[in-house]
């Protein structure tokens, strides 16, 4: 069995610490170096749910996109919910570790995990990473559907095929319009909206969208729009992560059994779409 030293250095081979952005909290949180790891769980959040799914697992090491403390604590008490993760972990013997936006920016990424559930060719980063002379690393990526689709195809298949949640996919523009050429970002992706614009894409899927980010894009171009539940958009990576963290294992002999999580952590739960799209009489303007 490999020490979680070890597998930490083959996860960050995979996701170098360094490709962070500079806010972002990533590595590990805790867990005992030369402890023996037998198993590894990936998923999307670090949360009590989670925590408890990886205790009955009885994996050593649980792996998650989200950081749990993004900024410094001052306490790890269980009276807080992180707290009480850190002592679910570590009073089951169990390392936690985060790649965050260095898993966004690898390659292969958060967004080539996303492209590839949709079926989407990627042909490049949305924002390539200006120290990658192959020109593959950065942030979102861009893809060509094989077959064009109309948008409103394009946003059934979308949300046929993401991981189920409360809020499914919306779309924003003409549902006939064809779509040839995506732009995706997993996570929250409005910042890119020039960068989409400049690549020409005919529709962009990412999650998070707010009212003015998104209507100001829909009033600068004919750009379609895909909001997906962030869990959604990012869960795609965890299946990837683990068949990376598989090959890594096989070549070393390493044995290790990897998990990825099933439990939806997207924070809403329900869905209640209007029963119209007017403005019903004494509605609230
Ligand atoms: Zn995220």
């Given at each position: 069995m490999p020490l979680l030293s070890d597998v930490i250095t083959a996860l960050d081979t995979l996701w170098?610490?360094?490709?962070?952005?500079?806010?972002d909290a990533v590595g590990p949180v805790c867990g005992d170096p030369d402890a023996e790891v037998n198993g590894v769980l990936f998923a999307v959040d670090p949360v009590r749910e989670i925590a408890e799914e990886a205790v009955a697992l009885g994996v050593s090491l649980l792996v998650t996109h989200h950081p749990l403390y993004l900024r410094g604590t001052t306490t790890v008490a269980a009276d807080t919910f992180k707290g009480r993760v850190v002592h679910t972990l570590i009073s089951n013997g169990i390392a936690l570790h985060v790649a965050h936006t260095n898993a966004d920016r690898a390659d292969p990424g958060v967004s080539d995990a996303l492209a590839g559930a949709l079926g989407l060719r990627v042909t490049g980063?949305?924002?390539?990473?200006?120290?990658d002379p192959a020109g593959r690393r950065g942030l979102g990526r861009l893809c060509v559907l094989d077959r064009p689709l109309s948008l409103g195809a394009f946003a059934a298949l979308a949300a046929a095929r993401l991981p189920g949640t409360a809020q499914g996919v919306r779309a924003a523009g003409d549902p006939d319009a064809p779509v040839r050429t995506v732009a995706v970002c997993g996570?929250?992706?409005?910042?890119l909206f020039a960068e989409v614009r400049a690549a020409g894409a005919d529709a962009y899927l990412t999650a998070d969208l707010r009212h003015h980010p998104a209507s100001e894009a829909r009033e600068h171009a004919p750009l379609a729009l895909l909001d997906a539940a962030h869990w959604a958009t990012e869960w795609p990576w965890c299946q990837q992560a683990a068949a990376q963290l598989d090959a890594v294992s096989e070549r070393n002999g390493w044995g290790l059994a990897t998990h990825v999580s099933h439990r939806v952590t997207d924070p809403w739960t329900a869905h209640q779409p209007s029963p119209s799209l007017r403005v019903s009489e004494g509605a609230p303007n």
């Amino acid at each position: 069995m490999p020490l979680l030293s070890d597998v930490i250095t083959a996860l960050d081979t995979l996701w170098p610490r360094e490709r962070a952005e500079d806010w972002d909290a990533v590595g590990p949180v805790c867990g005992d170096p030369d402890a023996e790891v037998n198993g590894v769980l990936f998923a999307v959040d670090p949360v009590r749910e989670i925590a408890e799914e990886a205790v009955a697992l009885g994996v050593s090491l649980l792996v998650t996109h989200h950081p749990l403390y993004l900024r410094g604590t001052t306490t790890v008490a269980a009276d807080t919910f992180k707290g009480r993760v850190v002592h679910t972990l570590i009073s089951n013997g169990i390392a936690l570790h985060v790649a965050h936006t260095n898993a966004d920016r690898a390659d292969p990424g958060v967004s080539d995990a996303l492209a590839g559930a949709l079926g989407l060719r990627v042909t490049g980063p949305l924002v390539p990473d200006p120290t990658d002379p192959a020109g593959r690393r950065g942030l979102g990526r861009l893809c060509v559907l094989d077959r064009p689709l109309s948008l409103g195809a394009f946003a059934a298949l979308a949300a046929a095929r993401l991981p189920g949640t409360a809020q499914g996919v919306r779309a924003a523009g003409d549902p006939d319009a064809p779509v040839r050429t995506v732009a995706v970002c997993g996570g929250s992706g409005d910042s890119l909206f020039a960068e989409v614009r400049a690549a020409g894409a005919d529709a962009y899927l990412t999650a998070d969208l707010r009212h003015h980010p998104a209507s100001e894009a829909r009033e600068h171009a004919p750009l379609a729009l895909l909001d997906a539940a962030h869990w959604a958009t990012e869960w795609p990576w965890c299946q990837q992560a683990a068949a990376q963290l598989d090959a890594v294992s096989e070549r070393n002999g390493w044995g290790l059994a990897t998990h990825v999580s099933h439990r939806v952590t997207d924070p809403w739960t329900a869905h209640q779409p209007s029963p119209s799209l007017r403005v019903s009489e004494g509605a609230p303007n």
